[in-house]
């Protein structure tokens, strides 16, 4: 992570403790409440035939979107208020240098596969990126399954913001490999087809700890379109819900599409069918990538 994407990001406040549950909301409007059900289709740039979900590769906004709040989830996330709170990770303390952190870990998370979430897959999953943008952790032990102390080489106050960015998914240790082939998360969504390069199709997993709070849609499609042009025709014409896009000229005079963040500088464009939070991320196209998490059908 660059210095000035941590300076522009830094009023996100981190939360831990009393302040993380009074910040479990997903900072929704006060408009229509969210509701179960529907298919969100977005039509995305960035698709490789090599893609695949390891998070080490170089990945597309299409890969990007499909795995952290969607199929993977991280240690902790940036809300659509741009507060930091924990994901997988349900508090955390660092010493007063800010070298040595602390974090526990959420009980009863189990992958799509059913094995059960432990600080072992934090530890395997952290490790690929150590010679990264991890460079600087010099040691992560597991206190005990629920719990892991992360040593940094030197003091990062920031060090459980970086915890999420979108490469540092967490995955089951003893799979790691079939995972990163077929996408085995703890996330919302499930993979029910993957055609690298073209499609994915997440189906809503059955009971997860984000419920009545995220994960709205029934299925998430996701599919390639390079072309802006052609990605704003299929909005336009109805055949996805979303798309990224920088060109708002391409949607000139029609009424029925949001420009997101804002119609002088955007990079996204959705039906107004669709409804989400009040605050809509900034940093990344689709909400901070996690438009199938948060977002929700009118």
Same mark, same amino acid.
């Given at each position: 992570?660059?210095?000035?994407?941590?300076?522009?990001?830094?009023?996100?406040?981190?939360?831990?403790?009393? %302040?993380?549950?009074?910040?479990?909301? =997903?900072?929704?409007?006060? /408009?229509?409440? *969210?509701?179960?059900?529907? $298919? +969100?289709?977005?039509?995305?740039?960035?698709?490789?035939?090599?893609?695949?979900?390891?998070?080490?590769?170089?990945?597309?906004?299409?890969?990007?979107?499909?795995?952290?709040?969607?199929?993977?989830?991280?240690?902790?996330?940036?809300?659509?208020?741009?507060?930091?709170?924990?994901?997988?990770?349900?508090?955390?303390?660092?010493?007063?240098?800010?070298?040595?952190?602390?974090?526990?870990?959420?009980?009863?998370?189990?992958?799509?596969?059913?094995?059960?979430?432990?600080?072992?897959?934090?530890?395997?999953?952290?490790?690929?990126?150590?010679?990264?943008?991890?460079?600087?952790?010099?040691?992560?032990? %597991?206190?005990?399954?629920?719990?892991? =102390?992360?040593?940094?080489? /030197?003091?990062? *106050?920031?060090?459980?913001? $970086? +915890?999420?960015?979108?490469?540092?998914?967490?995955?089951?240790?003893?799979?790691?490999?079939?995972?990163?082939?077929?996408?085995?998360?703890?996330?919302?969504?499930?993979?029910?087809?993957?055609?690298?390069?073209?499609?994915?199709?997440?189906?809503?997993?059955?009971?997860?700890?984000?419920?009545?709070?995220?994960?709205?849609?029934?299925?998430?499609?996701?599919?390639?379109?390079?072309?802006?042009?052609?990605?704003?025709?299929?909005?336009?014409?109805?055949?996805?819900?979303?798309?990224?896009?920088?060109?708002?000229?391409?949607?000139?005079?029609?009424?029925?599409?949001?420009?997101?963040?804002?119609?002088?500088?955007?990079?996204?464009?959705?039906? =107004?069918?669709?409804?989400?939070?009040?605050?809509?991320?900034?940093?990344?196209? +689709?909400?901070?990538?996690?438009?199938?998490?948060?977002?929700?059908?009118?």
């Amino acid at each position: 992570m660059t210095r000035a994407l941590r300076h522009i990001d830094r009023r996100a406040l981190f939360a831990s403790g009393a %302040a993380a549950a009074l910040l479990a909301a =997903t900072g929704v409007s006060a /408009g229509p409440s *969210p509701r179960r059900g529907g $298919r +969100l289709r977005m039509a995305l740039s960035g698709a490789l035939r090599s893609d695949t979900f390891d998070a080490r590769a170089t990945q597309g906004l299409f890969m990007q979107v499909a795995m952290a709040g969607m199929v993977f989830d991280t240690l902790t996330e940036v809300g659509a208020d741009g507060t930091l709170r924990g994901e997988l990770a349900t508090h955390w303390k660092g010493s007063a240098d800010a070298r040595v952190w602390q974090f526990e870990l959420r009980p009863g998370v189990t992958f799509h596969n059913d094995a059960p979430f432990t600080s072992a897959d934090v530890l395997a999953s952290l490790a690929l990126h150590r010679d990264t943008i991890l460079s600087d952790v010099a040691h992560i032990e %597991a206190v005990n399954a629920a719990k892991v =102390t992360i040593t940094l080489t /030197g003091s990062d *106050p920031d060090f459980p913001y $970086r +915890l999420s960015a979108p490469q540092l998914v967490i995955y089951p240790a003893e799979h790691r490999a079939e995972a990163m082939a077929a996408g085995i998360g703890t996330g919302l969504y499930r993979v029910h087809k993957f055609l690298p390069g073209r499609q994915l199709i997440g189906e809503r997993v059955d009971r997860h700890y984000k419920d009545d709070e995220a994960g709205w849609f029934d299925q998430v499609e996701l599919v390639s379109v390079p072309a802006e042009a052609v990605r704003a025709e299929a909005l336009r014409d109805g055949y996805v819900d979303a798309v990224d896009l920088i060109e708002a000229d391409l949607l000139e005079g029609v009424t029925d599409i949001a420009l997101l963040p804002e119609t002088k500088q955007i990079t996204c464009a959705a039906t =107004t069918d669709l409804r989400m939070p009040q605050i809509v991320g900034t940093r990344a196209p +689709l909400d901070n990538l996690r438009a199938a998490e948060r977002w929700w059908m009118a």
